[in-house]
Nanobody, 126 residues
Framework: EVQLEESGGGLVQAGGSLRLSCAGSGFTFGDYTVGWFRQAPGKEREGVSCISTEDGETAYDDSVKGRFTISADTAKDTVYLQMNNLKSEDTAAYYC???????????????????WGQGTQVTVSS
């Protein structure tokens, strides 16, 4: 059974940092594209970042460029999202998603992904 599990969320002050983890099981992470999404209350889910674990391609939404870094440890079947200089507008539930194949060209499309985690809450206090 394919599963994704996020962890690392929490409450942090503005300007602080958090590292989210997305641990996969039931499949080989090295062949997948993994994306991070977030959903704030009353807002639509939006794509934040993506990594292709096969060739290392990454992508970021403009709102997080220069502050967030996505990385993968295929030996641990885990993708990370390092979030620095957090802002109150980063407050949201964060989800990871995975799909077989390569490339982040369509990473913001939720239909692109086959598997989703349950989410982890990030709250940034100002």
């Amino acid at each position: 059974e394919v599963q994704l599990e996020e962890s690392g969320g929490g409450l942090v002050q503005a300007g602080g940092s958090l590292r989210l983890s997305c641990a996969g099981s039931g499949f080989t992470f090295g062949d997948y594209t993994v994306g991070w999404f977030r959903q704030a209350p009353g807002k639509e889910r939006e794509g934040v970042s993506c990594i292709s674990t096969e060739d290392g391609e990454t992508a970021y939404d403009d709102s997080v460029k220069g502050r967030f870094t996505i990385s993968a440890d295929t030996a641990k079947d885990t993708v990370y999202l390092q979030m620095n200089n957090l802002k109150s507008e980063d407050t949201a539930a964060y989800y990871c998603a995975a799909t077989y194949g390569v490339g982040c060209k369509f990473y913001k499309s939720q239909a692109f992904y086959n598997y989703w985690g349950q989410g982890t809450q990030v709250t940034v206090s100002s």
